[in-house]
């Protein structure tokens, strides 16, 4: 087993103090860097940095971020919730640890791809189709993965083809 145990610490968001909402951090004893390219490897559409300092991903309405010795997660409501929650993430990263041998671990770099990247690649049409007022509002959904390309239908015409495989190349 990879994580054993940890140090709980509750805390405020930074930019509302005395929110009822919290995020919580596992401080972890041993250095858990390795299991980072598993993760990246495994996990849907995970943020992932150079030399295993950091990986990032969301589930549900959280966003978790593992570090070297620390596990954060945030939208938690008290400290018997961010046990759960964190027993949960830990027992899933221990599972993936776990399985390392039947998984190619992933090394490459992966961040978030920039709006303006994403909007270069859209037809521009502000057409609505889409069900949203702008191809900017678009390229927002899909920067935060609230939308995929398929949900624009000019994209999927044979005319867009190049702009479709250039925004799967994003990690769309």
């Known amino acids: 087993m990879l994580i054993e145990g940890y140090e709980l610490e509750l805390c405020e ?3 509302a103090p005395g929110a009822s909402i919290y995020s919580a951090k596992a401080h972890i004893a041993d250095d858990v ?6 993760l990246n490897a495994v996990l849907d559409r995970p943020l992932y940095g150079e030399n295993n300092q950091f990986i990032v991903w969301e589930e549900g309405d959280r966003e978790y971020a593992l570090r070297p010795h620390e596990l954060a997660v945030n939208m938690i409501l008290d400290r018997k919730q961010a046990r759960e929650v964190l027993d949960k993430a830990i027992a899933k990263i221990n599972e993936i640890w776990e399985r390392r041998s039947e998984i190619t671990p992933d090394f490459s770099k992966k961040t978030k791809p920039r709006i303006l990247d994403i909007l270069k690649q859209l037809p521009q049409t502000n057409c609505g189709d889409c ?4 191809c900017m509002a678009f390229a927002s959904q899909l920067a935060e993965g609230n939308l995929s390309v398929e949900d624009c239908p000019l994209l999927l015409e044979d005319d867009n083809s190049d702009a479709l495989r250039d925004l799967r190349e994003l990690g769309l």
């Open 13 to 15: 968001p930074g930019c």
């Open 131 to 134: 069900g949203l007022p702008s």
């Open 33 to 38: 860097s390795e299991v980072m390219p598993y």
